[in-house]
């Protein structure tokens, strides 16, 4: 068992505000100092009957609950029978939109691609349309509504991306609504800059990187509205070349580069997310062996969006070749108008069915992995002590229900820096 602080010999136990006792696994997912990778990509340790303390909103301490009751007092909540893991964090999403596209969705069923859909006006750009007609209180509110959700399915921190706006007064329009959910909610938001979501129409690509890289980069970085510049890298949106300039710039900044790569067609995004030492490059269902490769040497983080090949009906990326060349992985959901879920446990069902990747490493893709990939790992992501208690009990009796017994919320608990924000629904 891990104190902190040290008491070896002391006398009276340590206050805590919560002790959660008796889970069938305590998943610890530790910390090891670096995103989790080739065999570690699974290492989740495992704490039978295990009890972690919680006080001010931090891990305190963790082991076995005969060892956690030695140490400590405080209230306790039962987990006999249950999984208690970290609280998913959501490293991929589009939080903030206006509208939805279920017309498309049905279009897509009927045989049209996704680009032949934004070619023609729709995609991306109809969002645009119902974003640019939305106050800022209006995207707020909508976006509230899926954090909550996100919250029920157990998710306690998310990046959020800009990118429905498309001129520089909607894209920090939208980021304002981001960093205002992240004061009102409970969950945690990381902002991420992608003014570069989309070619608006009627311009030109070079003059609108130009326009993001001397006007709206400056206005995010001063602004600090956001930590990341992310940009969507993709035939007939913006290329290598343009995509370089604009990381350059926003990294010179301040902002981290990440990339959409390799998505729909292989065009080099991987490649160029290890050249400009890209915290991540997200997708890659294209991606070359070459671009992997040169990812995993570089320590730029995969992150897998399996939802989106789902939807698409397309082919998955290759997670198994990704793990095998060292290439750190986490899961997100790509929450948006195309990908529309909340949900990280589908995400680890997909990873598992679709991809190969084994419960456990999925596991660790959707939380420490998924942090790193933020930048946040020195706050969440494992259960680790000092960091902060974002704890979620699932209704299994192991690790392995979460992909296994799809389809249902198994997470029964969820408890944000201590607090617990759902109340455990089943006996
Ligand atoms: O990550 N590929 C680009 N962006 C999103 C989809 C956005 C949309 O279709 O609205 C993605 O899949
Ligand atoms: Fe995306």
Redesign the pocket.
């Known amino acids: 068992m891990k104190i902190y602080p040290p008491v070896a010999h002391a006398m009276a136990r340590i206050a805590a505000d919560l002790i959660i006792t008796n889970a069938a696994e305590l998943l610890i997912v530790p910390d090891g100092g670096c995103p989790r990778t080739g065999p570690a990509q699974g290492h989740l340790g495992i704490v039978r009957d295990g009890a972690v303390a919680v006080a001010d909103g931090r891990i305190i301490g963790i082991g076995r609950t005969r060892d956690v009751l030695g140490a400590f007092s405080g209230e306790k909540l039962d987990a006999s029978g249950r999984v208690v893991m970290p609280g998913f964090v959501d490293p991929h999403t589009?939080l903030v939109f206006g509208g939805s596209r279920e017309h498309e969705y049905v279009m897509k069923l009927e045989g049209k691609s996704y680009m032949e859909i934004m070619e023609a006006g729709g995609?991306?750009f109809s969002?645009v349309r119902a974003t640019r007609a939305a106050s800022e209180d209006e995207l707020v509110a909508q976006a509230r509504r899926r954090l909550d959700r996100m919250l029920t399915w157990g998710t306690t921190t998310v990046e959020a991306k800009s990118g429905y706006g498309l001129t520089v007064e909607d894209e920090l329009k939208c980021l304002r609504a981001a960093l205002r959910l992240g004061r009102e909610h409970p969950a945690d938001v990381v902002s991420t800059f992608l003014g570069a979501?989309a070619v608006p129409e009627g311009m030109d690509p070079d003059a609108y990187i130009d326009l993001l890289v001397h006007e709206a980069v400056p206005k995010v970085a001063t602004e600090g509205l956001a930590e990341f510049c992310d940009v969507?890298c993709e035939k007939g949106v913006f290329s290598v070349d343009q995509s370089r300039r604009l990381l350059s710039a926003a990294a010179e900044a301040g902002l981290a580069p990440k990339l959409?790569a390799d998505?729909l067609s292989q065009r080099g995004g991987s490649e160029l997310a290890a050249e400009v030492g890209a915290v991540s490059a997200d997708?890659l269902l294209m991606a070359s062996d070459a671009g992997i490769q040169a990812m995993a040497r570089e320590d730029v983080m995969g992150v897998l969006l399996p939802g989106?090949p789902f939807v698409l009906r397309s082919d998955y990326p290759r997670a198994r070749y990704m793990v095998e060349q060292g290439l750190p992985l986490a899961l997100a959901t790509?929450l948006?108008?195309?990908?529309l879920t909340e949900g990280m446990p589908l995400m680890v069902a997909l990873a598992c069915v679709q991809m190969r990747m084994l419960p456990a490493e999925a596991i660790v893709a959707a939380t420490l992995n998924a942090a790193y990939a933020i930048n946040r790992a020195d706050e969440v992501g494992s259960l680790d002590i000092g960091k902060k208690a974002d704890i979620i009990i699932l209704d299994a009796p192991n690790h392995i229900h979460l992909p296994y017994h799809f389809g249902v919320n198994l997470v029964d608990t969820v408890i944000k820096e201590g607090v617990v924000v759902r109340e455990g629904q089943t006996g």
Not at 336 to 339: A, D, G, L, V
């Open positions: 589009h995609g991306i969002t979501h969507f959409h998505e997708h989106t790509d948006n108008p195309n990908c």
